[in-house]
Nanobody, 125 residues
Framework: VQLQASGGGLVQAGGSLRLSCAAS????????MGWFRRAPGKEREFVAA????????HYADSVKGRFTVSRDSAKNTMYLQMYSLKPEDTAVYYC???????????????????WGQGTQVTVSS
């Protein structure tokens, strides 16, 4: 499966953005999917993940209550709706996928097989 992340941009603190991760080559129904981000000078970190069915969702504590992950099988796309953005949310955001052999939602990069190219989110104070 190939993944393409989009929707990043520059937004003021308190604003919102919606990221998209469009899949091609295979249906996302066979994959658990996740979002990660890498801030300048930091390691790539887990943000959110969702199972192939959408019934299991997990968020990093830093975004819980502000971000919502979802998926649309008809559009073969995963989304990350981000509200109440903070300057510390500034990062390159990546989407990822792993074959859905279980309902496990890894929170490390090693848990995912496929990656998109990343989209920049910049939150100004």
């Amino acid at each position: 499966v190939q993944l393409q992340a989009s929707g990043g941009g520059l937004v003021q603190a308190g604003g919102s953005l919606r990221l998209s991760c469009a899949a091609s080559g295979r249906t996302i129904n066979n994959y658990n999917m996740g979002w990660f981000r890498r801030a300048p000078g930091k390691e790539r970190e887990f943000v959110a993940a969702i199972t192939w069915s959408g019934t299991n969702i997990h968020y990093a504590d830093s975004v819980k209550g502000r971000f919502t992950v979802s998926r649309d099988s008809a559009k073969n796309t995963m989304y990350l709706q981000m509200y109440s953005l903070k300057p510390e949310d500034t990062a390159v955001y990546y989407c990822a996928a792993r074959w859905a052999d279980t309902d496990m939602l890894p929170t490390t990069t090693a848990g995912y097989e496929y990656w998109g190219q990343g989209t920049q989110v910049t939150v100004s104070s």
